[in-house]
């Protein structure tokens, strides 16, 4: 077995296929120089202050090297891209080098989409990888006035975590109003003022026309002339699939690698996970790519099990989750926001710091989305799973803010 995408995906259908009790050969090729590491914190936690003692946070690593070479008897080969692959003779190709497979699981993940033009700046970054956010975080410990392009999530925890440094922050957003793809329009103007609370700038509507510099970023120049300064600019306007070495492969790619609801590709042997996958979703029945840290771990574990046992494959089906970090909130989001009707069922985003609220299509609770609802969010994934109806999700609702309202009368709390 040869998984190509030595992150979370990859990593997962490494340990899957030797839980199942594959004996076989396995080899694990990554594009960067670093073993398997954690992603989320790349845009959160790693990118805070020293402690005490000034030490700044550690990369977390989910294997040791030795765990990986010996535990789990893999054949690790990290800082080698794959630059072709050869369906019929079976061969992933490294540059000069080939590896040959009988299963082959592509787990290559995505990469972030740039600004041109920007190139040869010290200061402007994407963040996607440990060695965006070690760039990041060295300019932030200089006091760097930051500018992030796109308001998605992970520039929004760029933001918020400088302003937690007592740091200048602007976030400069083409749409309107941002988070539309990700919580809907409404949902996404609620969260977005956020940041506004908190002292970050956010302007909506507003394209780059340049980002200028001598040697190193000074600004940034907005289509309307406006200039923003900077010392950091982070862009973080979306990922694109890394496919590009598959091109004349004879797989179907179309916003990723097309895959059934295996995760098969539909040439033999060959199996798509995490963020490079498009698979039909049969719980949300639809095609979707996940960029999430749970579906990469999920789906990394079942294309190496349904690559081991192909006639007993069993499908992928999920409720999408993500949750995301900003200022003092925590915003988790389930499911899908591509809805009917989006209805505030608890809490007010204009008053308070906790909120939930539910998206319905059709009859059906398809997604819910909640502002430090933590007690809250994984009880609706599991109605979505099991397909509950669009009353049955208000009626628990009612009860769960009744119940939250008797708890903070309890304690006091008005």
Not at 77 to 89: I, S
Not at 218 to 223: A, F, N, S, T, Y
Request: glycine residues 12%.
């Amino acid at each position: 077995m040869v998984v190509v995408g030595a992150s979370l995906a990859g990593l997962r259908a490494v340990e899957a296929a030797r839980k199942a009790g594959f004996e076989g050969e396995i080899v694990l090729i990554g594009k960067e120089d670093h073993l398997p590491y954690d992603r989320p914190p790349l845009s959160k936690a790693f990118l805070g202050v020293a402690d005490e003692s000034g030490v700044l946070p550690e990369p977390t690593y989910f294997r040791t090297e030795e765990t990986l070479r010996d535990e789990l008897d893999v054949d690790v080969r990290l800082g080698v891209a794959a630059t072709g692959l050869d369906t019929v003779g079976r061969t992933v190709h490294l540059g000069a080098e080939t590896v040959r497979y009988d299963l082959l699981v592509i787990a290559t993940g995505a990469h972030p989409r740039l600004i041109p033009g920007a190139e040869g700046l010290d200061g402007v970054y994407p963040l996607r990888t440990l060695d965006d956010s070690l760039a990041v975080r060295a300019k932030l410990e200089e006091g760097a006035r930051t500018v992030v392009i796109g308001a998605g999530f992970i520039g929004s925890e760029v933001a918020s975590t400088a302003r937690k440094r007592g740091l200048d922050a602007t976030i400069i957003e083409a749409l309107p109003t941002p988070l539309v793809r990700a919580t809907g329009r409404d949902m996404g103007a609620a969260i977005a003022s956020l940041h506004e609370k908190n002292g970050t700038a956010l302007r909506c509507g507003a394209g780059v026309a340049s980002i200028e510099g001598n040697g190193k970023v000074e600004r940034v120049v907005l289509d309307d002339g406006t200039v923003v300064e900077a010392d950091l600019v982070v862009v973080g306007i979306g990922v694109v699939p890394s496919v590009d070495w598959l091109a004349g492969s004879g797989l179907m790619l179309d916003n990723g690698i097309v895959c059934d609801e295996n995760l098969w590709t539909g040439v033999p042997g060959v199996y798509a996970a995490g963020d490079v996958a498009s698979w039909v979703n049969p719980t949300l029945g639809q095609r979707q790519r996940m960029e999430n840290w749970t579906a990469a771990a999920e789906q990394g574990a079942a294309a190496a099990r349904n690559a081991l046992d192909p006639e007993n494959a069993k499908p992928y089906g999920t409720v999408p989750y993500f949750w995301s970090d900003w200022y003092d909130v925590r915003i988790q989001f389930v499911g899908s926001p591509e809805a009917d009707e989006v209805l505030l069922v608890d809490g007010d985003p204009d008053e308070g710091k906790r909120w939930v609220a539910l998206y319905r299509r059709g009859d059906r609770l398809i997604g819910a989305l909640t502002v430090n609802g933590q007690t809250e969010i994984m009880k609706y994934r599991v109605m979505i799973m099991k397909g509950a109806g669009w009353a049955e999700a208000l009626e628990f609702a009612d009860k769960r803010r009744a119940a939250h309202a008797e708890k903070l009368a309890a304690a006091g709390v008005s």
